[in-house]
C-alpha cells in the first residue's frame, strides 16, 4: 500500500473546507503519474493557495501548492490572466482559471530555472496542484528574508545575489512582479518562489512591474545602508 495518507487529507478537508473531491482525485493522479508518493503535512496556509510538504519514491522532500478552488477570487485572477498574452483565451470558469493560474506559475518556473535562476525545480501540475522541489529541511521549509535578522554583509550578499536573479530573469524576459523579502527564501543561497504572477515581456505593465519589483527590494535592502541599484528596462 502506498504511503499517502488520504485520512489525514480528508481530515484536512472537512476541517478546512478547502479541499473538494477533485483536488483529492488531482493528487492521486499526480500519485499514479509517479510525480509524487506520499502526502507529508501542511506547510503554510495562505489565501489563495495550501503548500504540502511530501515525498517522492526516493524520499526526496518535495513542496505541493495547492491552488483554492472553492474560496479564491478567480474573478480578479482572470482579469490578471487575460492582459497575459499566453493566457488571452482562457475560460472564465473558476476551475479554468485556477488551472490555468496554476499552470502559469508551473511555466514561469521552468522558464526561470531554464536560465539558472534559484528558484524551486518544478516537477510537475495537475489541475490546480504545482509539485516542486522542497526548500527547506526534512519538511520544515527555509525562512523568508522577512523573517531574518541580517548583518551588513549578509545583507549586502542577499541583495547582490537577488539583484543578479532579477537581470537572468530580465534576460529570459519574464518579471516576477511580486518580488518582496516574503517570496525569497534564505537556504543553502537565496531562492525565488511564487511565480504564479510573473509575466513576460510582452505584458502591457512589463516596465512598471519591473520598476516596483525593484523598489520592493530596494527599498527592503536600504535599511542594510547597502549601496543600491536602480535596475530598469532598457
Ligand atoms: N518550494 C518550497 N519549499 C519550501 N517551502 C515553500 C516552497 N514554496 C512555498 N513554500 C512555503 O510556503 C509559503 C507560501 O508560498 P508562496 O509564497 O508560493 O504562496 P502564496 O500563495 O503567495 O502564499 P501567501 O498568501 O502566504 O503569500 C512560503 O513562504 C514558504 O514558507
Ligand atoms: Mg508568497
Request: with cysteine.
Amino acid at each position: 500500500m502506498r504511503k499517502l495518507r488520504l485520512e489525514d487529507i480528508k481530515e484536512i478537508k472537512i476541517e478546512r473546507k478547502v479541499f473538494d473531491e477533485r483536488t483529492l482525485f488531482a493528487i492521486y493522479k499526480l500519485i499514479t503519474k509517479g510525480a509524487i508518493k506520499s502526502v507529508e503535512s501542511l506547510v503554510k496556509e495562505g489565501k489563495e493557495s495550501l503548500i504540502f510538504s511530501a515525498k517522492d519514491k526516493q524520499e526526496n522532500w518535495l513542496a505541493l501548492k495547492i491552488y483554492r478552488t472553492l474560496h479564491c477570487d478567480f474573478k480578479s485572477m482572470w482579469k490578471y490572466l487575460i492582459v497575459d498574452p499566453r493566457f488571452s483565451s482562457i475560460k472564465k470558469g473558476r476551475r479554468s482559471v485556477v488551472y490555468n493560474w496554476c499552470k502559469r506559475e508551473f511555466k514561469n518556473l521552468k522558464i526561470a530555472f531554464g536560465v539558472g535562476v534559484s528558484c524551486p525545480l518544478p516537477i510537475a501540475f495537475y489541475e490546480n496542484i504545482l509539485v516542486m522541489k522542497f526548500i527547506g529541511k526534512n519538511g520544515t521549509p527555509a525562512p523568508r528574508l522577512i523573517d531574518m535578522s541580517l548583518r551588513r554583509g549578509e545583507a549586502e550578499y542577499v541583495y547582490k545575489f537577488v539583484l543578479e536573479e532579477m537581470k537572468k530573469l530580465l534576460e529570459a524576459r519574464l518579471i516576477h512582479t511580486d518580488l518582496s523579502p516574503y517570496n525569497i527564501l534564505i537556504w543553502d543561497k537565496p531562492y525565488l518562489i511564487d511565480f504564479s504572477q510573473a509575466v513576460t515581456l510582452e505584458h502591457p505593465f512589463a516596465k512598471e512591474f519591473f520598476s516596483r519589483d525593484v523598489k520592493n527590494i530596494n527599498s527592503f535592502f536600504k535599511k542594510f545602508e547597502v549601496k543600491i541599484k536602480e535596475l530598469k528596462i532598457e
